[in-house]
Nanobody, 124 residues
Framework: QVQLVESGGGSVQPGGSLKLSCGVF????????ITWFRQAPGKVREGVAG????????YYVEAVRDRFTISQDKTANTVFLQMNSLKPEDSAMYYC?????????????????WGQGTQVTVSS
């Protein structure tokens, strides 16, 4: 069983930065595939960045590759998403999720554990 708790969302102007946190509550932190997804109103939920906890391998979709950074703090059992150069199209509810099965980093069907989400709004 895995519980996930997100925090750090908010409102920011275009070009600004935010850092999201995902607390991972489980028997072990390492060896999990944790991915940040986002969903904007009227759009499908999409994965943006994933990390294999422990070894720390990271994966990104092209739309965020040079702007977002996913990282981990193994001592705090936390996964972060640093978001820089934010654009209005980054506005969405952001969720962290842990995989129950795996064949693709950004396939939503692989993820059986979800946090409650944190809202990110980018607007001038």
């Amino acid at each position: 069983q895995v519980q996930l708790v997100e925090s750090g969302g908010g409102s920011v102007q275009p070009g600004g930065s935010l850092k999201l946190s995902c607390g991972v509550f489980a028997s072990t932190f390492s060896g999990k595939r944790i991915t940040w997804f986002r969903q904007a109103p009227g759009k499908v939920r999409e994965g943006v960045a994933g990390i294999y906890t422990g070894p720390g391998a990271t994966y990104y979709v092209e739309a965020v590759r040079d702007r977002f950074t996913i990282s981990q703090d193994k001592t705090a059992n936390t996964v972060f998403l640093q978001m820089n150069s934010l654009k209005p199209e980054d506005s969405a509810m952001y969720y962290c999720a842990a995989a129950k099965q795996f064949d693709d980093w950004f396939s939503e069907s692989n993820y059986g554990y979800w946090g409650q989400g944190t809202q990110v709004t980018v607007s001038s």
